[in-house]
Protein backbone atom coordinates (compact mmCIF):
# COMPACT_ATOMS: atom_id res chain seq x y z
CA UNK A 1 0.00 0.00 0.00
CA UNK A 2 0.89 3.82 -0.62
CA UNK A 3 0.30 6.44 1.24
CA UNK A 4 -0.24 9.82 -0.84
CA UNK A 5 -0.29 13.32 1.21
CA UNK A 6 -0.69 16.66 -0.98
CA UNK A 7 -0.26 19.89 0.47
CA UNK A 8 -0.32 23.76 -1.61
CA UNK A 9 -3.43 24.88 -3.40
CA UNK A 10 -5.97 27.45 -2.51
CA UNK A 11 -7.56 30.40 -3.57
CA UNK A 12 -5.47 32.61 -6.12
CA UNK A 13 -6.73 35.49 -8.52
CA UNK A 14 -6.84 34.77 -12.40
CA UNK A 15 -2.99 34.82 -14.12
CA UNK A 16 -1.69 34.43 -10.80
CA UNK A 17 0.36 30.87 -9.84
CA UNK A 18 0.21 28.15 -7.03
CA UNK A 19 2.42 24.77 -7.04
CA UNK A 20 1.20 21.30 -5.39
CA UNK A 21 3.42 18.92 -3.36
CA UNK A 22 2.53 14.93 -2.89
CA UNK A 23 4.82 12.77 -0.67
CA UNK A 24 4.24 9.04 -1.19
CA UNK A 25 4.92 6.33 1.39
CA UNK A 26 4.83 2.87 2.38
CA UNK A 27 5.29 0.40 -0.44
CA UNK A 28 7.06 2.60 -2.71
CA UNK A 29 8.74 1.64 -5.75
CA UNK A 30 11.47 3.92 -7.53
CA UNK A 31 10.43 3.95 -10.46
CA UNK A 32 6.72 4.24 -9.89
CA UNK A 33 5.14 6.40 -11.72
CA UNK A 34 3.51 9.78 -10.15
CA UNK A 35 1.38 12.47 -11.31
CA UNK A 36 -1.78 14.33 -10.81
CA UNK A 37 -5.42 14.33 -12.59
CA UNK A 38 -8.11 17.34 -11.23
CA UNK A 39 -12.17 16.82 -11.13
CA UNK A 40 -14.08 20.34 -11.60
CA UNK A 41 -17.94 19.79 -10.14
CA UNK A 42 -19.96 18.01 -12.42
CA UNK A 43 -16.77 16.88 -15.03
CA UNK A 44 -14.65 13.61 -15.32
CA UNK A 45 -11.83 13.06 -13.50
CA UNK A 46 -8.95 14.61 -16.10
CA UNK A 47 -5.29 14.37 -16.72
CA UNK A 48 -3.27 17.29 -15.90
CA UNK A 49 0.67 15.15 -15.90
CA UNK A 50 2.59 12.52 -14.63
CA UNK A 51 6.07 11.93 -14.44
CA UNK A 52 8.33 8.71 -14.36
CA UNK A 53 10.99 8.42 -11.95
CA UNK A 54 13.87 9.26 -14.95
CA UNK A 55 11.57 12.60 -15.58
CA UNK A 56 9.66 12.06 -18.17
CA UNK A 57 6.71 13.90 -18.39
CA UNK A 58 3.50 13.87 -20.39
CA UNK A 59 1.00 16.90 -19.69
CA UNK A 60 -3.25 16.99 -20.53
CA UNK A 61 -3.99 19.23 -23.41
CA UNK A 62 -5.51 22.50 -21.00
CA UNK A 63 -1.93 22.81 -19.25
CA UNK A 64 0.47 22.32 -21.70
CA UNK A 65 2.93 25.12 -21.51
CA UNK A 66 1.41 26.27 -18.37
CA UNK A 67 1.99 23.86 -15.81
CA UNK A 68 5.04 21.37 -14.98
CA UNK A 69 5.39 18.39 -13.17
CA UNK A 70 9.00 17.94 -11.41
CA UNK A 71 10.28 14.98 -8.67
CA UNK A 72 12.24 14.27 -6.13
CA UNK A 73 13.42 10.26 -6.23
CA UNK A 74 15.23 10.97 -3.32
CA UNK A 75 11.90 12.27 -1.24
CA UNK A 76 9.45 10.37 -3.16
CA UNK A 77 7.86 13.29 -3.52
CA UNK A 78 6.38 15.05 -6.70
CA UNK A 79 5.54 18.84 -7.61
CA UNK A 80 3.42 20.75 -9.71
CA UNK A 81 3.85 24.00 -10.82
CA UNK A 82 0.67 25.75 -11.89
CA UNK A 83 1.09 29.49 -13.96
CA UNK A 84 -1.20 31.52 -15.29
CA UNK A 85 -4.10 30.22 -13.57
CA UNK A 86 -7.76 30.30 -15.49
CA UNK A 87 -10.86 29.93 -13.97
CA UNK A 88 -11.28 26.00 -15.75
CA UNK A 89 -8.92 25.64 -13.80
CA UNK A 90 -10.49 25.47 -10.89
CA UNK A 91 -10.73 21.72 -9.37
CA UNK A 92 -9.64 19.27 -6.67
CA UNK A 93 -6.26 18.06 -8.01
CA UNK A 94 -5.38 14.53 -6.77
CA UNK A 95 -2.36 12.91 -6.81
CA UNK A 96 -1.41 9.35 -7.95
CA UNK A 97 0.95 7.11 -7.82
CA UNK A 98 0.88 3.97 -10.15
CA UNK A 99 3.21 0.67 -9.87
CA UNK A 100 4.88 1.07 -13.63
CA UNK A 101 3.45 -1.97 -15.87
CA UNK A 102 1.01 -3.04 -13.39
CA UNK A 103 -2.84 -1.37 -13.33
CA UNK A 104 -1.89 -0.50 -9.53
CA UNK A 105 -3.06 2.87 -8.50
CA UNK A 106 -3.36 5.25 -5.04
CA UNK A 107 -4.75 8.18 -5.25
CA UNK A 108 -4.31 11.03 -2.93
CA UNK A 109 -7.50 12.50 -0.80
CA UNK A 110 -7.33 15.38 -3.27
CA UNK A 111 -6.76 19.47 -2.40
CA UNK A 112 -8.75 22.22 -3.45
CA UNK A 113 -7.37 24.84 -6.04
CA UNK A 114 -10.03 27.73 -7.03
CA UNK A 115 -9.25 30.36 -9.41
CA UNK A 116 -11.36 33.25 -8.94
CA UNK A 117 -11.13 37.04 -8.74
Known amino acids: QVQLVESGGGLVQPGGSLSLSCAAS????????MGWYRQAPGKQRELVAT???????DYGDAVWGRFTISRDNTKNTAYLQMNNLQPEDTAVYYC???????????WGQGTQVTVSS
Open 96 to 106: TSRRRNTATRW
Open 26 to 33: GDTYSNDI
Open 51 to 57: ITSGGTA
